[in-house]
């Protein structure tokens, strides 16, 4: 289980309120994960194409897709979708966008 | 090292001094931050242009976080002759995406170097990191809730605005003119000294996002769409929220119709009376942000007929041109304002005005408020599945804002598209005075024919524009050597003097704009 995200967010945003120039600590920063959690890297960037609403990328949401063939694609891109290198997403994001993604109801089947 | 698992160098570079490069780069980086295997630079060559990936694969990919680490990057760079295309968020699709403009040379991914250093929301304004993105500032001040708005371009999210801002692209709000509202920036010059813009070098100065000229010459302009340097920081002003934001849509049924809602909206523009920009999009590209596709309709081969357009127009209710725009401001001010935007449509005796209680939460109206007014979504990459299999460059002539200029323009493009076999798919997105005419030339990449088509369709369209003294604001990294050459002989023997002056190894993105002290002879 990724840790919660929230107390992260509190602490980012108290560094930030209070140090606006200040280096907000690299040390502090690595030892966060990327993302926070798969539910939110899915919600910032993946969903804005995936999520059923928007329908530009194939929806992902509850189709057990494995860990590796998601990689995959998010590494080399595929036709339409972009490549994201690890600078922007790395390995254990996606990890974690693909446990959550397994979490997810699969959408009714359309008419 | 000797485990390096691509045979990508820089040119001129044999692999033994590349290796050695690659020892110094680890020990100012770390192991981590040097990437050199085939598998880790793979995801910087995914690129949407009419070449093979190979023709834009990098050697090595480095990332840094701290302007001291671009310092030294930079040494290492000048002692070994290491050329380094710098990216920032790296999502530049149709313009050359995160790979280099020349195979071989080395990435410097500054995504990770990603710190909000300031939001100011009193004096509005921004000072980023370049691994920022439009979405991470995004959720900043709306957890702060902060009184401010941002503008960016439709990949928005994952965007970020110094990238963005480096390449003078555009948004839709009325702070849609980026460049123009950026405001300090730090540079990391070729000789590792660190240069700020504006009133940033004065010591103890709190002026930097306050007024751009500084003393003396100013030099922001000159870094962007350049080679000059590496931005590692970029201030820019913020657009305070306004109380109402009304959003709405004007479609009009013939194509014909472009001239005069140019001539009607010019005036509405120039008095700020609509202060955004504002964009009028054509039947395909409203369609394939709307998420039509083109193998719902035909799978003919060749450029959609007519027929089908029409078609599309009949059974989604788009117009062949779609409008949007938006006013901002107290209730008082929305009010008057709408009232004269009305009596102008009015006056035109066409035009189909939509509102925002009209349209609902339906697409593409939603993804066009929503852009209007700083709220990210991704809603306008269904362009990219008109055709499918990742080809598009945009092709983007500047336009006076005068109705036939925008219809010689449009028929110039089309008949060029239609020609090699491709579609119009176009807006035009509109300041006072100009036009960003963008046009996104798409095609299936997986077909080699089809991609053929679409490089030589994109060669003749620069040809043909050029003949007319039109020229693009912007364009992909395989034809930036080619606009180069439209601008003439004597602004490139200056950018050239500039950077023999700056970077006298020519270790900064050569190529870059056609910048290039290894390629340019004085003469093209």
New interface residues.
Partial sequence: MPRPSRNK?AIR?ML??VL??A??S?AYAQEQSQWGSGKNLYE??CG??HAPE???GTVLAGRDLPEAYVRSI???????????????IDDESIAQVTEYLSTLPAPAAQP | MSDQNTTVLPEGIDRKEFDKALEKFRALLGEANV?AQA??L?????VMMSVENAAHAPSA?L?A??VEQVQGVVRICNEHKIPVWTIS???N?GYG??APVKRGQVIL?L??MN?????DADMCYA?VEP?VTY?QLY??IE??NLPLMLSFSAPS??AGPLGNTMDRGVGYTPYGEHFMMQCGMEVVMANGEVYRTGMGGVKGSNTWQIFKWGYGPTLDGMFTQANYGITTKMGFWLMPKPPVFKPFEVIFEDETDIAEIVEMLRPLRISGTIPNSVVIANILWEAGSG?VRRSQYTTEPGHTPDSVLKQIQKDTGMGAWNLYAALYGTQEQVDVNWKIVTDAFKKLGKGRIVTQEKAGDTQPFKYRAELMSGV????E??L??WR???GSMWFAPVSEARGSECEKQARLAKRVLHKHGLDYVAEFIVAPRDMHHVIDVLFD??KEEERQRADACFGELLDEFEKEGYAVYRVNTRFQERVAQSYGTVKRNVEHAIKRALDPNNILAPGRSGIDLDKYDGNS
């Fill in positions: 967010n945003l930030a309120g606006p120039l280096c907000a690299a910032k960037v804005h194409c928007v329908g530009v998010v590494r080399n891109g595929f036709n339409a979708m972009p490549s994201f290198p690890a600078s922007y | 990437l598998d880790q793979m995801p910087y060559n995914k990919a990332t976080t701290t968020t790296g999502r699709f995406s995160a991914d995504k990770k710190r909000i250093l300031k939001v000072l691994g979405g959720d900043y957890k702060n999210a994952i998420n990210p979504n991704l809603q990459f269904g990219y599945n499918g299999g990742g990449r997986t």
